[in-house]
């Protein structure tokens, strides 16, 4: 059983599309991640949720809304594509953010290419 | 601000060489040290980490890192690499507050 998935694999699309990608874990976590890798690896955290509850928000412009319904649950909603916006995002969770438990568990990513 | 360093952004081995990778972070408090491991074409997997206790640790498939507070660092060794140790190398950083901070990456070819 996949831990953590995130749909689509793959996300090609236009400048100025609005777009989602969502992320599902079934390891009973309480705390979920956005990160966003670019071309050259570097990964950087974008949002944090524990218990729906959003706890970071790092620098991200505000065309990126993430989303919690619940707890296995954290999607990522882009308006306005930007050619900029072109990288690998990758969902994670954890149980907890402390000592053992900061452990993440990283989903597949998704690659969203903007032309 | 806080930070991860990671000295090497490209490593080429032959195989049974030995290996290094450096992390350092700039944080005074309290941290949790991972390092974390993405073959090519897939997902970032859990290679080992440290929260407490004995500053030497074990992970997966023979690698070790060591903790050493006093230099802020958390090296990953390996003794002999092999072919398939080929991948890219992540250092992390939690500090308190759930925020983790990655490193740059070190990508690792091992020549068969």
């Known amino acids: 059983d996949t831990a953590v998935s995130q749909t689509p694999k793959y996300l090609v699309t236009q400048m100025g599309n609005d777009k989602s990608i969502k992320c599902e874990q079934n390891l009973g976590h309480d705390t979920m991640y956005w990160y966003k890798q670019d071309s050259k690896k570097f990964l950087k955290i974008m949002f944090s949720?524990?218990?729906?509850?959003?706890?970071i928000n790092e620098t991200v412009p505000n065309r990126f809304s993430p989303k919690s319904p619940d707890k296995a649950h954290l999607n990522l909603h882009i308006n306005s594509l930007e050619l900029g916006d072109s990288a690998v995002y990758f969902c994670a969770s954890s149980q907890g953010g402390q000592g053992d438990a900061a452990e993440q568990f990283f989903g597949p990513g998704t690659r969203l290419t903007v032309l | 601000a806080q930070s991860v360093s990671q000295h090497n952004h490209h490593v080429i081995l032959s195989e049974a060489a030995s290996l290094e990778l450096g992390c350092n972070y700039s944080?005074?408090?309290?941290?949790?040290l991972f390092w974390y491991v993405q073959y090519p074409g897939q997902h970032l997997q859990l290679l080992l980490k440290?929260?407490?206790?004995?500053?030497l640790v074990k992970g997966i498939k023979g690698f070790e890192a060591e903790f050493i507070k006093s230099k802020f660092s958390f090296n990953l060794r390996k003794p002999s690499v092999q072919w398939s140790d080929t991948a890219e190398y992540f250092c992390a950083v939690t500090l308190t507050g759930f925020k983790t901070i990655f490193g740059a990456g070190t990508r690792l070819f091992v020549k068969a």
């Open positions: 440290y929260f407490s206790g004995d500053p």
């Open positions: 944080y005074g408090g309290t941290v949790n």
């Open positions: 949720y524990n218990n729906k509850e959003l706890i």
